[in-house]
């Protein structure tokens, strides 16, 4: 996406360098991201940052919660970027595995809970962060 050697980005006149830690929690803590879901759920992450000019820079499931360290331009808002994240993974999960998640969840297009945890990160916290994201699962 970006030179990583230069810390902040220009687009016109425009300098930015803007990261945020998401969390995305199943709904009613359901213990889902395991058993290949976890890894479709990466996947699905990934593919749909790669269409929006997003950059993961890391990203790790536990049972029932993804972190996410996300790299984004300032024409994005942070709630749109995780309302979109959820909206399609929520999408492709019940394509995938309709007669798993109709076992957990009896309306379909549920799969996150309604809220999240969002915050932005600065350069010095980043690489913690990464390090923290790394050691979950």
């Known amino acids: 996406m970006h030179n990583h050697k230069n810390r902040y980005y220009h687009k016109n006149r ?4 803007l990261k945020a830690h998401i969390v ?5 803590r359901k213990p889902l991201l395991q058993y290949g879901i976890d890894c479709f759920v990466k996947e699905a992450i990934t593919y749909i940052a790669e269409h929006r000019n997003w ?6 499931t536990d049972i029932d919660h993804i972190h996410i360290l996300l790299e984004y331009d300032t024409t994005e808002c942070l709630c749109n970027i995780v309302s979109t994240i959820k909206r ?4 492709y999960l019940w394509i995938k595995y309709p007669t798993l998640l109709s076992k957990h969840y009896w309306k379909k297009h549920i ?3 309604d809220g999240y945890f969002a915050c932005s990160v600065g ?3 980043a690489s913690t962060i990464e390090k923290y994201i790394a050691e979950q699962g």
Do not use: D, G
């Not at 995305?24 to 009613?28: A, G, I, T």
């Not at 950059?55 to 790790?60: D, H």
């Open 55 to 60: 950059n993961i820079i890391a990203m790790e």
């Open 111 to 113: 799969f996150w809970s």
């Open 24 to 28: 995305l929690v199943s709904k009613y």
């Open 123 to 125: 350069e010095v916290s």
């Open 14 to 17: 425009h300098k930015y360098n």
């Open 88 to 91: 399609q993974t929520t999408y």
